[in-house]
């Protein structure tokens, strides 16, 4: 079964470091979507992205965010000056888009950020 | 004001017994998507319904949507300990494709 796959599973950085989260959503998914978790907390919309450019973004996604489709497979997200307060689980995800709407949204296993 | 809060916050069942989580929101919605997340591990979609639908089956889990209530629940039937997991409902909301996540209940099924 199709699935959608991120890299790497954990990444440790130094606050101020620039990082670059890697996707590869579900390959006939047109949708896609960035969500972070902080531990202990809910699931938080970061970004999505249709066509090419943001469709949407959280108030959590400012300047220092930034997505990509550098080729037909991945989706990146990048980060340019961490905090200590993105240490979080990042989450991306695809959809199929239909007519009236999108749909299930498939999520990777995540990628564990830890900012020192 | 919270979309999608999840109730009970923490549920704890023997084998075979059912479990049911709640879940409450706030604005109009397309669906409603259930997902699972083992403890520091990824969320698996379990069942979406449309805001047209009133119940949903797939194996042991059944959903349901009531609308003017703004609430769901999801039932899971004969548990078992493998059930164990926190259970999470995503509303999506008319005119927006992104998922706003409840505050999730833990299930904690004994054998």
């Known amino acids: 079964e199709p699935e959608v796959t991120q890299t790497p599973s954990h990444q440790v950085t130094q606050m101020g470091q620039e990082v670059i989260l890697r996707c590869v959503p579900i390959s006939n998914h047109l949708y896609f979507y960035w969500y972070r978790q902080i531990l202990g907390q809910k699931v938080e919309f970061l970004v999505s992205?249709?066509?090419?450019?943001?469709?949407?973004k959280s108030e959590i996604f400012d300047d220092q965010f930034s997505v990509e489709r550098p080729d037909g497979s991945n989706f990146t997200l990048k980060i340019r000056s961490t905090k200590l307060e993105d240490s979080a689980m990042y989450f991306c995800?695809?959809?199929?888009?239909?007519?009236?709407?999108?749909?299930?949204?498939?999520f990777g296993p995540g990628t564990r950020l830890t900012v020192l | 004001s919270q979309q999608g809060e999840e109730d009970p916050q923490a549920l704890s069942i023997q084998e075979g017994e059912n479990a049911t989580m709640n879940c409450s929101y706030k604005t109009s919605i397309n669906n409603l998507q259930w997902y699972r997340q083992n403890s520091g591990r990824g969320l698996v979609h379990l069942i979406l319904?449309?805001?047209?639908?009133r119940e949903k089956h797939s194996g042991r889990l059944r959903v349901t949507l009531d609308t003017s209530k703004k609430s769901s629940s999801l039932l899971i039937t004969a548990s078992r300990a493998a059930d164990t997991a926190s259970y999470f409902c995503a509303t999506e909301a008319k005119g927006t494709d992104k998922l706003i996540f409840g505050t999730g209940t833990r299930l904690q099924v004994f054998p």
């Open positions: 992205f249709y066509n090419n450019e943001i469709s949407e």
């Open positions: 995800a695809s959809s199929e888009v239909f007519t009236t709407s999108t749909d299930t949204q498939y």
């Open positions: 319904i449309r805001s047209n639908e």
